[in-house]
T-cell receptor, first 115, second 117 residues
Framework: AQSVTQLGSHVSVSEGALVLLRCNYS??????LFWYVQYPNQGLQLLLK??????LVKGINGFEAEFKKSETSFHLTKPSAHMSDAAEYFC?????????????FGTGTQLKVEL | DSGVTQTPKHLITATGQRVTLRCSPR?????VYWYQQSLDQGLQFLIQ???????AKGNILERFSAQQFPDLHSELNLSSLELGDSALYFC????????????????FGPGTRLTVL
């Protein structure tokens, strides 16, 4: 079964520092991978997605993620954190179940940005 | 704003009751998904509809049911509610073709927060 694992339920960085949120996937077929962000009391917003076109994927708000098959990873990065980046981030894999799609989410990483 | 709307935003009810959550997908999207987000279970897929037909089922309890109407809006019905059903319920929509494949991004609504007392 396809799944994703997010390492670190809480990550704290200083404003201006590099953001690195880790996601590893398990899949027997080439996966479709996504990163979503959830701000307090809001729904999930798509940051970026990987669909095998390019291994380095650029998303919104300066985020990007690199697909590494050898490491089964899809880590999310941002060169310089901003206070507004504080939110919960979810990695997800799209599982095509013969007629339907579903997203299987990781457990989430809460990002805290400090002055 | 994702273009997906959900009503109501908040719902407070008692154990044993029945509630209906409503979702309107983005214009042009034929697929609707329902997810449950709770502290102990995280984000879990419940069910997917495509153009009125059920397409995929996840960890949806027998007490829960859903449907998608001809105008493409969807409703999630939760009955015989228990304390453990308290959660955020999200609806998402995506644009999929008649022959589906993986990889279509899903756009999420703001959610309905259900509190069962």
């Amino acid at each position: 079964a396809q799944s994703v694992t997010q390492l670190g339920s809480h990550v704290s960085v200083s404003e201006g520092a590099l953001v690195l949120l880790r996601c590893n996937y398990s899949s027997s077929v080439p996966p479709y991978l996504f990163w979503y962000v959830q701000y307090p009391n809001q729904g999930l917003q798509l940051l970026l997605k990987y669909t095998s076109a390019a291994t380095l994927v650029k998303g919104i708000n300066g985020f990007e993620a690199e697909f590494k098959k050898s490491e089964t990873s899809f880590h999310l990065t941002k060169p310089s954190a901003h206070m507004s980046d504080a939110a919960e981030y979810f990695c997800a894999v799209s599982v095509f179940t013969g007629g339907g799609n579903k997203l299987t989410f990781g457990t989430g990483t809460q990002l805290k940005v400090e002055l | 704003d994702s273009g997906v709307t959900q009503t109501p935003k908040h719902l407070i009810t008692a154990t044993g009751q029945r509630v209906t959550l409503r979702c309107s997908p983005r214009s042009g999207d034929l697929s609707v998904y329902w997810y449950q987000q709770s502290l102990d279970q995280g984000l879990q897929f419940l069910i997917q509809y495509y153009n009125g037909e059920e397409r995929a089922k996840g960890n949806i309890l027998e007490r829960f049911s859903a449907q998608q109407f001809p105008d493409l809006h969807s409703e999630l019905n939760l009955s015989s509610l228990e304390l453990g059903d308290s959660a955020l319920y999200f609806c998402a929509s995506s644009h999929e073709s008649r022959r589906p494949r993986g990889g279509n991004e899903q756009f999420f609504g703001p959610g309905t927060r259900l509190t069962v007392l």
